[in-house]
């Protein structure tokens, strides 16, 4: 048996989406299921080392989760050969210092997204990864979640006709910590602007891989933000002026013609399937997208309603819609990435999902800014 033996640096992993998402159900998932089979003699096996600030967290979280490695020195881990990955899920101004560090020392770099805060940096983070010839990846997740494979699969097979255009409706209430018992559920840092945070610079990254990869590539974007709860609560319960903006509201222009629009807010409660739902209408049917599940209605079972307020609607608008069934087992989206970066790395099959790919996320979210500030319309350049 031919077996591929990878050390993982988790960086900053001790947070809610690094320790859920990429260390129980991707790295432990991978490492619980006997590593990644590429053949019945050959497998990729993974060995994390949790890495970070804080030393009680790390070794809490590594022994709840039988981590035998994890270390508050990040240059010694960075140090040993047997460690061939970084990956780093820290804060986003955070990120380009560790990323150098882990570039210089020749390993692999996967990270989450944004790579950065600014265009400029996205593109230099990515631009050293190339020269300095090291393999690199950004998550890029959603586009693995059995609902947009599901939508994905309907537009192979042409189900929709030309599109025409789409609606995405994602976010949640967050809570502001005023009222006992309602903790907030997401780290302040997000609020403020000079720590990093804001919706744009969070959601408008994920819309421009969804929009890129599924519909067809962004030309440009109309872009309105708002900062609708001006004072929140920390973690210790201490008032703090919000600085970033917390709801957004774009619309987009595709190169072939389809219109996206798509609002995301932490202001907002919840009347539909699902956190994130997104809507695609064609000239020959329809689908409802939620994370997991996909609704349709073709042009044949399409109702015909007629305006009348007068009285009440004759037409329950959600009959109609057929559901579309699981055609295969899904695994985790941040998991299946995972094993697709990592034989990338031991195998070298292609992995198009690098640094470079991602910096065209921080450009949308850096053009949706702009559009917002100048109330325009903002055009986007080839990368």
Request: charged fraction near 25%; glycine fraction near 8%.
């Amino acid at each position: 048996m031919k077996t591929h033996h990878i050390g993982i640096i988790l960086n900053g992993v001790t947070g809610r989406m690094g320790t859920n998402q990429h260390l129980v159900r991707s790295i432990l998932a991978i490492r619980d299921q006997g590593g990644i089979k590429i053949s019945d003699d050959e497998v990729i096996l993974v060995d994390p080392i949790l890495t970070g600030r804080n030393e009680n967290k790390l070794k809490k979280l590594a022994q709840k989760h039988q981590v035998e490695r994890w270390s508050t020195d990040l240059d010694t881990a960075l140090a040993d050969d047997h460690n061939q990955i970084f990956f780093d899920a820290s804060t986003t101004l955070l990120r380009p210092a560790f990323i150098e560090k882990a570039v210089a020392a020749g390993k692999a770099i996967y990270c989450e997204k944004p790579t950065a805060t600014r265009l400029d940096e996205a593109i230099r983070l990515g631009q050293l990864c190339r020269d300095a010839g090291v393999k690199n990846g950004a998550v890029q997740d959603k586009l693995w979640l059995p609902g947009l494979r599901k939508l994905q699969m309907l537009i192979q097979q042409g189900f929709f006709g030309d599109i025409l255009s789409v609606r995405g409706e994602f976010g949640y209430w967050v809570f502001t910590g005023d009222h006992d018992d309602q903790a907030p559920q997401r780290p302040s840092w997000n609020y403020r602007e000079e720590d990093g945070g804001g919706i744009i610079i969070d959601m408008l990254c994920h819309w421009r891989y969804v929009v890129d990869n599924i519909f067809g590539n962004i030309k440009s974007v109309s872009c309105l933000g708002a900062t609708h709860i001006p004072e929140r609560h920390d973690e210790s319960g201490k008032k703090y002026t919000a600085t970033a903006d917390d709801s957004c509201y774009a619309t987009f222009e595709l190169e072939n013609g389809i219109i996206a629009q798509f609002n995301s807010s932490w202001d907002v409660r919840v009347r539909r399937d699902d956190l994130f739902t997104m809507q695609v209408d064609g000239t020959l049917g329809s689908a409802v997208v939620g994370l997991r599940d996909c609704k349709i209605q073709t042009l044949g079972s399409t109702p015909k309603p007629t305006w009348n307020p007068d009285i009440e609607q004759a037409i329950d608008f959600y009959e109609g819609w057929q559901e579309v069934p699981d055609a295969t087992h899904y695994d985790n989206a941040f998991k299946i990435q995972w094993e697709l970066f990592l034989r990338h790395v031991v195998l070298d099959e292609p992995f198009r999902w690098d640094l470079m790919e991602a910096a065209k996320g921080v450009q949308l979210a850096e053009a949706g800014l702009q559009s917002w500030k100048e109330r325009r319309w903002v055009d986007l350049e080839t990368l």
